[in-house]
Nanobody, 114 residues
Framework: VQLQASGGGLVQTGGSLRLSCAAS????????MGWYRQAPGKERELVSD???????EYADSVKGRFTISRDNARKTVYLQMDNLKPEDTAVYYC?????????WGQGTLVTVSS
């Protein structure tokens, strides 16, 4: 199983970006798809995830600004990020969980300039 993330980049404060992450490989059913981020000098943290049933979880710092969605047929998860702030600057990693396996994408850099 491989994950291919895209959509990172440089944006000004208040701007928007949309991250995408597509899973490929022999996966019958993905339980959870989500996004984590790691800023310089900080630990990796959960940004948002979504279960196969549609339940979502968001970090308090992104509630009301970020929206997660997924396309099960395409095995793709998206993260719409609006009203971006400099503190959102980080490498964003997608993650999928299925059976007892957790798979990480390669990371995509998001930089928000003030």
């Amino acid at each position: 199983v491989q994950l291919q993330a895209s959509g990172g980049g440089l944006v000004q404060t208040g701007g928007s970006l949309r991250l995408s992450c597509a899973a490929s490989g022999n996966i019958f059913r993905i339980n959870v798809m989500g996004w984590y981020r790691q800023a310089p000098g900080k630990e990796r943290e959960l940004v948002s995830d979504m279960s196969s049933g549609g339940s979502t979880e968001y970090a308090d710092s992104v509630k009301g600004r970020f929206t997660i969605s997924r396309d099960n047929a395409r095995k793709t998860v998206y993260l719409q990020m609006d009203n971006l702030k400099p503190e959102d600057t980080a490498v964003y990693y997608c993650n999928v969980k299925y059976l007892r396996t957790s798979v990480w994408g390669q990371g995509t850099l998001v930089t928000v300039s003030s």
